[in-house]
């Protein structure tokens, strides 16, 4: 199973959106409404921010959203905010396993 | 909360039984998951649990060499690693899984493989 294609960087100010987009196949993203969204900051654990392809969980910032389109899912920031630095990963479920995205790295300028 | 232990380092070879203790939550209830991560690279899910513990599934890296299993009256989370090897150095973080994401993480434990 290979990993889901991401961008490797993505940046933006203060106040302004950016997208983050996790590109796989038939058998995982397009298959199933089960892509979910997680944001590393350095030495720490991963920490949930979006599931189900749109669900948020609660504590999560409502400038938090997700989609999908065919093949690719996608996670906006509205309104980035300097603590939103960090990495990004997408995962998807495959019908019986698991597989993470390459990671984005989030640079707030 | 999720808490690991078992850290270290080992062999090429060697063998190391990682453990997760599980609290503020009903721990039966839940699948449970490892997951890992190489030194500066990107999440892997290795395994994951049934609630009762009888259907194991696992990545093809390890299969075969790992073994998940969980004792729900401890509320307790395991992964034996045998035969491992250099490409197994990670932290590896136990996972709360809740039908089709993890949402809760524990801290993690460093695996490192070198002679």
């Known amino acids: 199973q290979s990993a889901l294609t991401q961008p490797r960087s993505v940046s933006g100010s203060p106040g302004q959106s950016v997208t983050i987009s996790c590109t796989g196949t038939s058998s995982d993203v397009g298959a199933f409404n089960y892509v979910s969204w997680y944001q590393q900051h350095p030495g720490k654990a991963p920490k949930l921010m979006i599931y189900n392809v749109t669900e948020r969980p609660s504590g999560v910032p409502a400038r938090f959203s997700g989609s999908k389109s065919g093949n690719t899912a996608s996670l906006t920031i509205s309104g980035l905010q300097a603590e939103d630095e960090a990495d990004y990963y997408c995962c998807s479920f495959t019908g019986r396993l698991y597989v993470f995205g390459t990671a984005t790295e989030v640079t707030v300028l | 909360q999720l808490v690991e232990s078992g850290e270290g380092l080992v062999q090429p070879g060697g063998s190391l039984r990682l453990s997760c203790a599980a609290s503020?939550?009903?721990?039966?209830?839940?699948?449970m998951s490892w997951i890992r991560q190489a030194p500066g690279k990107g999440l892997e899910w290795v395994a994951n649990i049934e609630k009762d513990g009888n259907e194991k599934n696992y990545v093809d890296s390890v299969r075969g060499r790992f073994t998940i299993s969980r004792d729900n009256a401890k509320n307790s989370l395991y992964l034996q690693m045998n035969r491992l090897r250099a490409e197994d150095t990670a932290i590896y973080y136990c996972?709360?899984?809740?039908?089709?994401?993890?949402?809760?993480w524990g801290q993690g434990a460093l695996v490192t493989v070198s002679s």
């Open positions: 503020g939550f009903t721990f039966s209830s839940y699948w």
């Open positions: 996972a709360k899984y809740d039908f089709s994401h993890f949402d809760s």
